[in-house]
């Protein structure tokens, strides 16, 4: 196994499985919880990842297939591209806006979801890392995730409102889209989102 990524949370491993390409995400152990208690943590957000990425992958929404989950682990297939925010443009921000209102749809706030969290290849692009996702019928949490997205974008690039446009065009096809976009307004005049 190959170290491809340490992060705050969990590692990320590129492996080989039956001859296929795989990774594998481990949560990491903190050291400053009791071991038991850090045991189940680990193990519970990891079967929630995995149900999430489930729930949206049934929903149309691309991302990597869950191969296995075991303790603080899932092993995933691996994704070939590139990270989305290193090749961004109008064409895959219209397919991430439509990849994130079929997420929305499904009830599920990424709560991370940004051009960093994307990989970009030729069929299109794939939705990562759901390590702070969470169920959820909150409109709220879907315009905080549009938030989270705009503000990266800005730190992304001068030139984000043609950007930021596709991707609404993408998200517009989502029954909610309009109450979203407008509770994101809410959203951004709020104090401590400034």
Do not use: Q
């Not at 990562?128 to 949490?141: K, M, N, Q």
């Amino acid at each position: 196994m190959e170290l491809i990524y340490r992060g705050a949370e969990a590692e990320l491993y590129k492996a080989d499985f039956l001859g296929l390409p795989v990774v594998i995400k481990r949560r990491i152990s903190k050291g400053y919880r009791i071991d038991e208690l850090d045991r189940m943590i680990r193990i519970m957000r990891t079967r929630k990842e995995a149900r999430l990425m489930r729930r949206a992958r049934i929903a149309g929404v691309p991302v990597p297939a869950i191969l296995d989950v075991w303790d603080d682990s899932i092993m995933m297939e691996y994704v070939h591209g590139i990270r989305m925010a290193d090749s961004i443009n109008e064409e895959s921000m219209l397919a991430f806006g439509l990849a994130s209102c079929r997420l929305h749809r499904a009830n599920i706030a990424h709560n991370d979801l940004t051009p960093y969290n994307a990989i970009v290849n030729e069929r299109g692009i794939c939705l990562l890392d759901f390590g702070l996702a969470e169920y959820t019928h909150d409109i709220e949490s879907y315009a905080v995730d549009l938030y989270v997205l705009k503000r990266s974008l800005k730190s992304i690039t001068d030139d984000w409102e043609p950007l930021w446009n596709s991707f609404l065009r993408g998200y517009g096809n989502c029954d909610i889209a309009e109450r979203v976009i407008r509770r994101l307004g809410e959203v951004e005049a709020r104090g401590r989102y400034k």
